[in-house]
T-cell receptor
Framework: QQQVKQSPQSLIVQKGGISIINCAYE??????FPWYQQFPGKGPALLIA?????SEKKEGRFTISFNKSAKQFSLHIMDSQPGDSATYFC????????????FGTGTRLAVRP | GAVVSQHPSRVICKSGTSVKIECRSL??????MFWYRQFPKQSLMLMAT?????????EQGVEKDKFLINHASLTLSTLTVTSAHPEDSSFYIC???????????FGEGSRLTVL
């Protein structure tokens, strides 16, 4: 199965700090890269997404940085808050052909007060 | 954003019984829905792709006779776990594709516990 590698597996950040989660992919045909946030016992919710023709996308405190040549993308959470504590999944898909999502392995983020 | 409803959110059943989980797209039509299984502290594992009006496409290693999927309408897909056993206990999540944009919206998940 096509892979999306995600790191770190877990992350602890102090309130107000910056949380950074990294993902790397192999398939250059991927054309859509979403990030999902999942709270315990809940389904994933789309947080932010980017296409490979853009190097950065920002929505509020959340920013995706995309490096097409390195086949890497990352999520930055600025001014991290305890309410951001959740599991974050990156994903990749060839959306133009309606392919299924390939998920990363997930990062459990804990933001300490 | 679009809403996908899953029901039931939690179900406990005895070994050998069958359990049906429903996935509904409440405010949009979804030609394609996906069913995932998630073990504790792990990522989502795609089980099958459900297309309205046709047979589901199962991922390698997923028993189609064990996990029956029906996508009878543009707003409803069901997953039936037949003759459930304790090893089927898991968190099952559906997602529905908003056809116009290709965006995926996830349900809240269903926790199945088989005793």
């Amino acid at each position: 199965q096509q892979q999306v590698k995600q790191s770190p597996q877990s992350l602890i950040v102090q309130k107000g700090g910056i949380s950074i989660i990294n993902c790397a992919y192999e398939n250059t045909a991927f054309d859509y890269f979403p990030w999902y946030q999942q709270f315990p016992g809940k389904g994933p919710a789309l947080l932010i997404a980017i296409r490979p023709d853009v190097s950065e996308k920002k929505e509020g405190r959340f920013t995706i940085s995309f490096n097409k040549s390195a086949k890497q993308f990352s999520l930055h959470i600025m001014d991290s808050q305890p309410g951001d504590s959740a599991t974050y999944f990156c994903a990749a898909v060839k959306k133009s052909s309606g392919d299924k999502l390939t998920f990363g392995t997930g990062t459990r983020l804990a933001v300490r007060p | 954003g679009a809403v996908v409803s899953q029901h039931p959110s939690r179900v406990i059943c005895k070994s050998g019984t069958s359990v049906k989980i429903e996935c509904r797209s409440l405010d949009f039509q979804a030609t394609t829905m996906f069913w995932y299984r998630q073990f504790p502290k792990q990522s989502l594992m795609l089980m099958a792709t459900s297309n309205e009006g046709s047979k589901a496409t199962y991922e390698q290693g997923v028993e189609k006779d064990k996990f029956l999927i029906n996508h009878a309408s543009l707003t409803l897909s069901t997953l039936t776990v037949t003759s459930a056993h304790p090893e089927d206990s898991s968190f099952y999540i559906c997602s529905a594709m908003y056809t116009n944009t290709g965006e995926l919206f996830f349900g809240e998940g269903s926790r199945l516990t088989v005793l």
